[in-house]
């Protein structure tokens, strides 16, 4: 409490101020009740007075006060010189008012007698705390009327905490303390805490900090600094801080949902509609990862700290299951986290396993729920044209995986393609669907066929493969489509039906056939013969000439082009075979045209070669086939024949 001068000015009256001053002394506390009391001590100065009343007044200029503070003045000393006497003390002695900042007068007057060297001493009293007045001394001598006005400051020595609003539960926080003015004395031992302990406290002058401890209880935390705690430099101490409040924390509730929907805590039945059973997963390939929803409807936050989510495994053998995301480590009210778990079987069977969610729900910790697998061995279909997987369902034949058939001529043109089937799962994979499987369906299905699986080939184990052969023959022009379909008796595989589209187109097609001496060459022929002219028989090395001449015949319904150079020789000896003449670009349909190829070696030994024929023949380009001569040490003799010919060199 202080008592401060601020300021005066001078009298003016035929008398003088024997002295001037302003006596600080302690501050004096008195209870009264539960309410804290507060003394201030104060003295007038000596003055002359020739007549009159005398007054003493303190008039509220300003106020700065909690409340309603109560206010009263007494006259504790008199001054005989001025005929003051007890009765006068006793009479005039007391003054109170009190409201909140109330503007009226607190005085007293003198009825006496004239004189000088007036000197009265006595004490504010005021039942507040954190009060502040700006009061006006005003001493009034009638005569002359002169008057004195002094200006004192009469509060307490403000103190203030500063906290947070409410706490984490078990978790310390800070608190600031604050002075009007640099203190000395203060401890921890002045701080009163409620639900909790006050450590580390520091700082100097007019600021200081400590850490409060929350007790285990988790209510509201209440801080105060103590009346008369702490010092002030100008001998003042303070009142009481108003109590800060820390409020406990508002609790918050838990809540779990898979695929939307809400499930319980202490649930023991899995079931698939909010994702607590995984269902049935492949031992080999599958794996399922389910979302989880942690939702928190309370009104405070929901705490559930660093890997709150635990699993807990009851089934034999090594974990077919794992967190693979953790939620949030505090969810407000109104938010949600999630956390996400793998199903991944190796063995079959059924694996039983429950969730365990750490958190700070007064009555769901920690939040239980039971989850179920179920691995099982399944097979699975994978169908392969030229070695390249064809897609279940595809729509889209492609000439690489075998899917598209090109152009055949229609009206007795036919083109087979082989597809292998491979069982790539863990189980046996079982087409004995129907008697015909697979099977040809779609708009022109008449112009396809297929020879489906029989026997053991319908029932695959993990791996194993089959293989089926599907035909395309049109019997008009036009693109034609179908489908193929595997069907199968094992429907969770995934994969029932197996379809895939394909497609093939009816045309009027140029036909390549070759002969030699008459008789026909098949494309491809690896094996010579001598009626065809294959095989150039034995000549002379270094001196024999062997020419044969092969007829090139279009024996389709459209011109077959060659086009420039169409033949050409490859092979291990082809450098001892030339090409003589080549055949025409074009050649009609029912038309021929020939090429003629010569056989000169140079060493002696057995020479192969192969001749290639590029047209556009659809199925046939290029025409290739092997030929093959022996020179020898010997004079040639060559097979004759009507295109055939030898020379010796001369």
Request: aromatic fraction near 8%.
């Amino acid at each position: 409490m202080v008592l401060r001068f601020m300021g005066w000015s001078r009298v003016k009256h035929p008398g003088s101020f024997a002295a001037l001053m302003l006596l600080l002394v302690s501050l004096v506390s008195v209870l009264a009740g539960t309410q804290q009391s507060q003394a201030q001590t104060f003295s007038c100065p000596d003055f002359t007075i020739s007549s009159g009343a005398k007054y003493i007044s303190f008039t509220p200029q300003s106020c700065n006060a909690s409340g309603a503070p109560n206010l009263s003045f007494r006259l504790t000393t008199f001054s005989t010189a001025l005929g003051m006497t007890q009765r006068h003390l006793n009479s005039i002695r007391t003054a109170s008012l009190s409201g909140p900042c109330t503007t009226n007068s607190l005085g007293v007057r003198y009825d006496g007698t004239p004189g000088s060297g007036v000197f009265c001493s006595g004490a504010f009293f005021f039942n507040a705390d954190n009060v502040r007045y700006s009061m006006s001394l005003d001493f009034t001598a009638l005569v002359g009327g002169g008057y004195d006005v002094r200006n004192i400051e009469l509060h307490s020595l403000f103190s203030t905490v500063t906290a947070p609003v409410s706490y984490a539960p078990a978790t310390p926080f800070t608190v600031s303390f604050d002075f009007e003015h640099a203190v000395t004395g203060f401890s921890s031992t002045d701080v009163s805490v409620t639900n909790g302990t006050i450590s580390g406290l520091s700082g100097s002058g007019s600021s200081y900090s400590a850490t409060i401890t929350p007790n285990s209880t988790n209510n509201t935390i209440a801080v105060q600094i103590q009346a008369n705690s702490v010092t002030d430099p100008f001998g003042g101490q303070n009142a009481k801080s108003a109590i800060k409040y820390v409020q406990a924390p508002m609790p918050g509730e838990i809540e779990v949902r898979g695929n939307g929907t809400v499930i319980v805590d202490g649930d023991t039945s899995p079931n698939s509609s909010d994702h607590t059973d995984f269902g049935n997963v492949d031992i080999g390939s599958g794996l399922v990862t389910r979302i989880y929803t942690i939702r928190n409807i309370g009104s405070g936050n929901l705490f559930l700290g660093p890997n709150a989510v635990t699993t807990v495994k009851n089934y034999a053998g090594i974990p077919v299951h794992r967190i693979t995301q953790q939620p949030a480590e505090t969810v407000p009210s109104g938010g949600s986290t999630q956390f996400a778990i793998r199903y991944d079987p190796f063995t079959a069977g059924a694996h039983n396993f429950s969730v365990s969610i750490k958190n700070d729900d007064p009555d769901e910790t920690p939040y239980n729920f039971a989850l179920r697998g179920t691995g099982v061995k399944t097979p699975r279909m994978d169908v392969l044209g030229n070695g390249v997987s064809i897609s279940n369902n595809d729509l889209s034949p492609q000439v690489a995986d075998g899917t598209d058939f090109e152009r055949v001529q229609f009206g007795g043109g036919s083109k087979n393609h082989t597809f292998t089937v491979t069982n790539t799962g863990t189980g046996s994979l079982d087409l004995r669907y129907s008697s015909q499987n697979p099977v040809i369906s779609g708009p022109n299905a008449s112009e396809f066929s297929v020879t489906g699986l029989s026997g053991t080939g319908r029932i695959l184990s993990p791996n194993e493969t089959t293989t089926i052969t599907a035909s395309f023959t049109p019997a008009s022009a036009g693109l034609k489509r179908a489908t193929i379909t595997f069907n199968s008796d094992f429907p969770t595989n995934g994969e029932t039906p197996y379809a895939f589209a394909i497609r093939g187109i009816g045309a009027n097609l140029s036909e390549i056939d070759v002969t030699g001496a008459g008789q026909g060459i098949p494309d491809g022929s690896a094996s010579v013969s001598v009626g065809n002219h294959t095989d150039f028989g034995s000549i002379a090395a270094a001196s024999g000439i062997v020419t044969r001449t092969f007829t090139i015949e279009n024996i389709g319904a459209a011109t077959l082009r060659l086009g420039a150079n169409a033949a050409s020789l490859s092979g291990a000896n082809s450098s001892d075979y030339s090409i003589i003449t080549q055949p025409s670009s074009i050649i009609a349909a029912g038309a021929s045209s020939t090429v003629v190829v010569q056989f000169d070696p140079s060493t002696v030994g057995t020479k192969a070669a192969t001749l290639n024929i590029n047209s556009d023949d659809a199925d046939e380009s290029p025409y290739d086939f092997a030929i093959a001569g022996t020179a020898t040490n010997t004079v040639a003799t060559a097979n004759a024949g009507p295109d055939a010919s030898v020379a010796s060199a001369a």
